[in-house]
């Protein structure tokens, strides 16, 4: 077996993989502070020939993560400021996330939450589960729960039943959301028992989190079609991140690819400001110039929302680019091919 086949764990094994030439102690220490996860879905689409690899990119540790910059925050979105009980994050009234676990299937050095995922943070001891869904069965502003990092589908279908469960039996709850990169990185996890064990009264909506089209091979979209025909709603979650989609070419690829697997374009995400990760980031402007791009010359069924988690826990707003400029008699309308009229409301 070779090392992709087994999947990729540690600096060892990136070696072994051919993923990284030499080892220097500055990468050591920066495998000993962030795990290192490559399934065997991800490591089988890198290229170790190719130093821009947008599918390394993401997964293989480098020395850049030990820059850190001084705005940069173990805890960039304020999670911590509105957890009222370990695994929940409640700071919209109407939704509240519920972190099951600490583990997920693969690293992303950009991570958000990279010094608090890991494989060994373990589950939700059963009686902090308790404490979480008596809080969730006590508050009725609580419409829709959101699972979220680690990954909740790589818990068993088992253990997602003993959730699912008795959240539908709450009526306040609605919908039940599950934030997951599963379907694209180990899509064998998505079985018939799987897409069984989170369907309910409540609709289900699944937030698949993919950066690249290459990501999107035979079997991803498989396992996403074993989703949608279950009765799951499908819906895209992607990081704008140099060097991996950071081209208007790169984002269009993907934006087609999510909405010929049946899955709606909907959040891409200005990178948070997590440790060591300012590699990763672009200008805000170089953003919103690139969504700019894509209005017009592709469909509309792929436009996602360009979003910003503002840092402390403000929450998130949309940050896309801006066709309209407000005048002192109206309003200045840019066309998708850049031509610029007059607009005045007629009321
Ligand atoms: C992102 C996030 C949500 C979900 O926000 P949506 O805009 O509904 O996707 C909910 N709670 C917290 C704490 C979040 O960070
Ligand atoms: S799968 Fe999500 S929670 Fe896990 S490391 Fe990647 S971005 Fe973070």
Redesign the pocket.
């Known amino acids: 077996m070779t090392v992709e086949e087994k999947g990729i764990r540690s600096l060892d094994d990136l070696v072994g993989a051919g993923f990284v030439a030499s080892p220097t102690p500055a990468l050591r220490a920066v495998v000993e502070r962030y795990p290192v996860s490559i399934t065997t879905a991800m490591a089988r689409l890198i290229d170790p020939a190719d130093p821009a690899d947008p599918i390394a990119a993401q997964f293989v540790p480098t020395e850049h993560e030990a820059e850190e910059r001084s705005e940069e925050r173990a805890d960039p979105?304020g999670?911590a400021a509105?957890s009222p009980i370990p695994g929940l994050?409640h700071?919209?009234p109407d939704?509240?996330?519920l972190s099951l676990l600490h583990a997920c299937p693969v690293y992303c050095r950009f991570c958000f939450r990279r010094g608090r995922v890991g494989p060994s943070g373990g589950v939700l001891s059963p009686d902090g589960l308790e404490k979480a869904l008596a809080y969730i069965r006590d508050h009725h502003e609580i419409w829709e729960v959101?699972f979220s990092g680690g990954d909740p589908f790589v818990l068993s279908p088992r253990r997602l039943a003993e959730v699912v469960r008795p959240l539908n039996a709450m009526d306040h709850v609605k919908i039940l959301r599950f934030h997951t990169r599963v379907p694209v990185v180990d899509p064998a996890r998505v079985t018939n028992e799987l897409v069984a064990a989170i369907k309910g009264r409540a609709p289900v909506y699944v937030l698949l989190h993919c950066n690249h089209p290459r990501e999107l091979t035979a079997e991803a979209r498989a396992a996403c079609a074993r989703l949608i025909d279950g009765g799951v709603t499908m819906l895209s979650q992607s990081v704008l991140l140099k060097g991996v989609n950071d081209t208007p070419e790169t984002l269009e690829a993907l934006m087609r690819a999510f909405v010929e697997t049946r899955i709606v374009p909907h959040?891409l995400h200005h990178g948070d400001l997590a440790l060591g990760t300012s590699h990763f980031r672009l200008p805000l402007a170089r953003a919103q110039a690139l969504l700019k791009t894509l209005r017009g010359r592709v469909s509309g069924l792929c436009q996602p929302t360009y979003?910003l988690?503002i840092p402390g826990g403000y929450g998130?707003v949309p940050v896309g680019p801006t066709f309209a400029k407000a005048k002192d008699d109206g309003w200045s309308l840019q066309g998708f091919k850049g031509d610029v009229r007059f607009y005045k409301d007629c009321l």
């Open positions: 979105i999670d509105h994050v700071r919209y939704r509240v996330l959101v959040y979003v988690d998130k």
